[in-house]
């Protein structure tokens, strides 16, 4: 630590490598590659420098596990600029009838898809990197019901697998296998990155296609839940 504390405030770098688990510790003060590998982080001991740092696995690792080389690939070539994003708290889902819609539920539970289970949160978006978030109502629910039965293609990460179902249980369906295409981008990334083994989730999708800051730990980044699904739904569809 003595000697290289020194040369990261040596000079005003524009980008660190962190390779590996101990390299994320040592260099940010992080924990679990899982969540932290691929994304911008601020240096713990170099703050001045801003978010230079990205983590990623080291090489000894992909020597063993080649099934990581495309996100290994993907973080040494990644963006350290995120794209301009906006997030609208409690906006007026009158204005989402869209040809296409991305979906996100934050619910009291992600294991239950009977009536038990309760919608807290819903966020969409139209575009992205753009993101709207609504807290649960009847009413909230009619105009869901509404714009979903106006979309032609509908976005979510595993919303097949879940959304859907609890939407569904709700009461809240729509001819979604006939007019309405439905993407599920973790069942995309299954069939396109087979070799992946859990490493489908949203974190990871958001690791591996855009050059967004780090979202999912969102209370550790001391971030409002609403802005969270906002970010969800948005970078799903982008």
Known sequence: RAHVIPILRSREWKRVDLLGAPALEFGAGKRDLSVWGGYQLEL????????????????????????????FYNDLNRSLEP??????????LNDFPSPVLSLDLETTSADDYS????????????KPYVGYCFRWSEEVAAKLKAALESTSELYGHNIIGFDLAVL?????????????????????????????????????????YTSQFPWK????????????????ASYTLA
């Not at 000894?60 to 099934?67: G, H, K």
């Not at 730990?217 to 969800?232: F, G, I, P, V």
């Open 44 to 71: 713990s001991d170099a703050k001045e420098l801003g978010p230079v740092a990205v983590a990623t696995y080291h090489p000894a690792y992909i020597m063993r596990d080649a099934d990581m080389l495309p996100l």
């Open 83 to 92: 794209a301009p994003e906006e997030n609208v708290i409690e906006a007026d």
């Open 115 to 126: 009536q038990d289970i309760r919608i807290r949160l819903v966020a969409v978006s139209n």
């Open 168 to 208: 569904q249980a709700h009461g809240i369906s729509f001819d979604w296998g006939g007019r309405c295409q439905v993407w599920d981008t973790m069942l995309m990334h299954h069939a396109l990155w087979p070799a992946l083994s859990g490493a489908h989730d949203l974190g990871t999708l958001g690791r591996q």
């Open 217 to 232: 730990a969102w209370r550790e980044l001391d971030s409002l839940e609403e802005t969270y699904a906002c970010r969800d």
